[in-house]
T-cell receptor
Framework: DAGVIQSPRHEVTEMGQEVTLRCKPISGHDYLFWYRQTMMRGLELLIYFNNNVPIDDSGMPEDRFSAKMPNASFSTLKIQPSEPRDSAVYFC?????????????FGEGSRLTVL | QKEVEQNSGPLSVPEGAIASLNCTYSDRVSQSFFWYRQYSGKSPELIMSIYSNGDKEDGRFTAQLNKASQYVSLLIRDSQPSDSATYLCAVSGGYQKVTFGTGTKLQVIP
């Protein structure tokens, strides 16, 4: 079975530009999570969805960040405008409630560099 | 105070030794506890979960939980160079929100 698929794997952009990160969860999983990882702060939960509905977005750092899940097989995380401090690895993860929603399956991550 | 605290390491152990990784958490209502392994440049993968006080063994790995002390540990027996990675402690309060520590880097020296 295919795992969680993220794109792009690497993104280098200039400050002020819009960045869109994409995620396809594992088929049949009903939870989707967006995490950000930096050396200083580790893995931080940004937002998560249950059955395509956002449940908790308290980790979204600013209004510059937004996330959508238009259907069960696709989610986006958008940063507009981007800033150098947004540079990090962004992970998408999915889980299935019946297996215990905390068992997270992570994608390979999208490494974002904002110059 | 951070919600989940780990020593960043690196923790260096010789091949064949026992590696001991520790984690403390601040939220007393936490119910579920996990250890994820993350190789350099890769994504985290779940290796152990524990929900009740005591020990849970899986192969060379043993997770230990002490809720009274708010302490979780992971023991790796017969450490191998392939165990060299960052180990992330994760905690959930049962509200679908999993909080991670910043991880402990383990180096197993051949």
């Amino acid at each position: 079975d295919a795992g969680v698929i993220q794109s792009p794997r690497h993104e280098v952009t200039e400050m002020g530009q819009e960045v869109t990160l994409r995620c396809k969860p594992i088929s049949g999983h009903d939870y989707l999570f967006w995490y950000r990882q930096t050396m200083m702060r580790g893995l931080e939960l940004l937002i998560y969805f249950n059955n395509n509905v956002p449940i908790d977005d308290s980790g979204m750092p600013e209004d510059r960040f937004s996330a959508k899940m238009p259907n069960a097989s696709f989610s986006t995380l958008k940063i507009q405008p981007s800033e150098p401090r947004d540079s990090a690895v962004y992970f998408c993860a999915s889980s299935l409630r019946d297996r215990g929603i905390e068992e997270l399956f992570f994608g390979e991550g999208s490494r974002l560099t904002v110059l | 105070q951070k919600e989940v605290e780990q020593n960043s390491g690196p923790l260096s152990v010789p091949e064949g030794a026992i590696a001991s990784l520790n984690c403390t958490y601040s939220d007393r209502v936490s119910q579920s506890f996990f250890w994820y392994r993350q190789y350099s440049g890769k994504s985290p993968e779940l290796i152990m979960s524990i929900y009740s006080n005591g020990d849970k063994e899986d192969g060379r790995f043993t997770a230990q939980l002490n809720k009274a002390s708010q302490y979780v540990s992971l023991l790796i027996r017969d450490s191998q160079p392939s165990d060299s990675a960052t180990y992330l402690c994760a905690v959930s309060g049962g509200y679908q929100k999993v909080t991670f520590g910043t991880g402990t880097k383990l180096q197993v020296i051949p």
